[in-house]
């Protein structure tokens, strides 16, 4: 089916620990969005991503790292997680098109111990 | 610089009653707004957005939204709630990256 995939669903990890949250869409879409979801914050953007190998920071994006190596798949690697890390992370996709609505994913929940 | 505040963090209204979930902006030039709808453990999906020259704008499941420019709002109506209409609201601006709100839960009651 097409769509956007979004794996684990669920993970926990410890203090310092490397995860990797990973991301595939299906339509081709040439703009991906990493967001955080807390309580109170609403979404916040960690990375996006214009294109294949082509990345930029959004509004929280220290202690993560992303990579776009192929257009489907937008991974989004927390070098050491720390307990602040622990949330909900939704990535998306979206045509690049201005005014063309984001496409969003089901979400990993994280938690860091 | 491009925001959006949801003022209120809830709303309570009865089935059947008009449902608004409201939303003022903040953005230099064209305002590309959007609203979309979290159900629990789903990801965000995407109601409707402003397009330029229409005040009123109509999307999924019967909602409209409202935009105001001298009051930079663009405010979410449906005139009949339904229970099944219980969820999250966000409200975002933006072309290509958008700024969410902080959301509003919204709870319609039999």
């Known amino acids: 089916d097409a769509g956007i995939t979004q794996s684990p669903r669920y993970k926990i990890t410890e203090t310092g620990r490397q995860v990797t949250l990973m991301c595939h869409q299906t339509w081709s879409h040439s703009y991906m969005f990493w967001y955080r979801q807390d309580l109170g914050h609403g979404l916040r953007l960690i990375y996006y991503s214009a294109a294949a190998d082509i990345t930029d920071k959004g509004e929280v994006p220290d202690g993560y790292v992303v990579s776009r190596s192929k257009t489907e798949n937008f991974p989004l690697t927390l070098e050491s997680a720390t307990r602040s890390q622990t949330s909900v992370y939704f990535c998306a996709s979206s045509e690049g098109i201005k005014n063309s609505p984001l496409h969003f994913g089901n979400g990993t929940r994280l938690t860091v111990t | 610089a491009q925001s959006v505040a949801q003022p209120e963090d809830q709303v309570n209204v009865a089935e059947g009653n008009p449902l608004t979930v409201k939303c003022t902006y903040s953005v230099s030039g064209n305002p590309y707004l959007f609203w979309y709808v979290q159900y629990p453990n789903r990801g965000l999906q995407f109601l409707l957005k402003?397009?330029?020259?229409?005040?009123l704008v109509k999307g999924s499941y019967g909602f409209e939204a409202e935009f105001n420019k001298s009051q930079t709002s663009f405010h979410l109506k449906k005139p009949s709630a339904l229970v099944s209409d219980s969820a999250l609201y966000f409200c975002?601006?933006?072309?290509?990256?958008?700024?969410f709100g902080a959301g509003t839960t919204v709870t319609v009651r039999a």
């Open positions: 975002a601006v933006g072309d290509y990256k958008l700024s």
């Open positions: 402003y397009i330029t020259g229409d005040n």
